[in-house]
């Protein structure tokens, strides 16, 4: 008998056109039940703990979230009998908080910037807090948890090793870095020609730039992820969120894929002519969540303009996508912070 957390797509492949590429391929992590790449890292991080008998009837697991994680941890709690509390903040959109608290998790929203400009700081602050005054509760770590990359290194990456043996590139988007370490050491030994691309936000510190304001969750990150190491990595793509929206919008209207901002941020980052990937070359991007909890945000005219002005909003009609490629994507030329 198949619990929830027992239904995983993971060999779900579609090809995109309209970008110069003869064989690149999305591979779409949305499947999931809980529509997104992160089912894969809740299971990977609640099994962790359960395996070491350290989850019990009073225990409350607690995690920091800017959304999708949130809900796959929600799903999987529901499914155990586990209680789950999730730390978000004002990036975090409606949808993903109205389906945790569906699932019966407990939400709490940090609201003070940390010394960044992010809310990453301030939402771990407030579960070290929790965690040393209530001994129930239980800090999953999604960012210093060997078990993240190790569930992707068992499942993610093997999965697009088994559908493509002779690739190319995989371009992977970095956030807690869990699915691209996991990535780079299972093809470091089952696939070493594959050359890894990683791809991140502009204002996030992960490959070691400036930080900066974020309105897009997902990607990117205020604090430098402890499990992340940047030396078998081919390239580092930084990609304006201007372009993340376009990305996403373009992808819906030429290809029917309703990408989220992960996905719009990833594509982005390895079209762009700047990265020199060759057209002929097999590309896999991995694509860790689809558009429906974006339609308030990326999909909205009134919040683009909002955020990035009306001349952005009037630009997305107008302008084509080579210009947002050619424009607000980069390698990162600097020396990533290994810590």
């Not at 929830?4 to 309209?18: A, E, P, Q, Y």
């Not at 709690?77 to 209680?83: D, K, S, T, V, W």
């Not at 991140?200 to 900066?212: L, R």
Request: proline share 4%; aromatic share 8%; glycine share 8%.
């Amino acid at each position: 008998m198949n619990f929830i957390s027992h239904i995983v797509g993971d060999s779900n492949f579609v090809r995109l056109k309209g970008l110069g590429f003869e064989n690149l391929h999305l591979k779409l992590e949305s499947c999931n039940p809980a529509g997104s790449i992160k089912m894969k890292t809740a299971i990977g991080l609640i099994d962790a703990y359960a395996e070491r008998r350290l989850i019990h009837k009073d225990t409350v697991l607690i995690e920091s979230s800017s959304g999708n994680l949130g809900v796959a941890l929600a799903m999987i709690c529901a499914e155990r009998g586990y209680r789950f509390c999730c730390v978000v903040d004002p990036n975090t959109n409606l949808h993903n908080i109205k389906m945790m608290e569906a699932f019966g998790a407990q939400i709490v929203i940090v609201t003070e910037r940390d010394d960044n400009d992010g809310y990453l700081g301030t939402r771990i602050r407030y579960i070290r807090d929790t965690v040393a005054r209530d001994p129930r509760y239980l800090w999953l770590n999604q960012y210093s948890n060997p078990a993240n990359a190790r569930t992707h290194e068992l499942t993610t990456a093997r999965s697009i090793h088994i559908a493509f043996p002779a690739l190319d590139y995989l371009v992977v988007g970095a956030g807690t870095t869990g699915t691209l370490m996991g990535c780079v050491q299972y093809f470091r030994k089952h696939s070493p020609r594959t050359k890894i691309i990683a791809v991140d936000s502009t204002g996030s510190v992960t490959f070691g730039q400036a930080p900066g304001k974020r309105f897009i969750p997902g990607l990117g990150s205020s604090q430098m992820p402890p499990i992340f190491r940047a030396n078998h990595l081919h390239k580092q793509q930084v990609v304006d969120e201007r372009a993340t929206v376009a990305m996403c919008r373009w992808l819906a209207k030429s290809n029917g894929v309703l990408a989220g901002g992960s996905t719009g941020t990833v594509v982005a980052g390895l079209a762009a002519p700047s990265l020199g990937i060759p057209k002929d070359a097999v590309v896999v991007a991995i694509s860790p969540d689809a558009g429906e909890r974006y339609l308030e945000t990326i999909y909205n005219d009134e919040w683009v303009m909002q955020k990035f002005g009306r001349a952005e909003l009037a630009a997305l009609s107008s302008q084509p996508i080579s210009r947002y490629l050619k424009n607000y994507v980069h390698t990162f030329e600097g020396e990533a912070l290994n810590v």
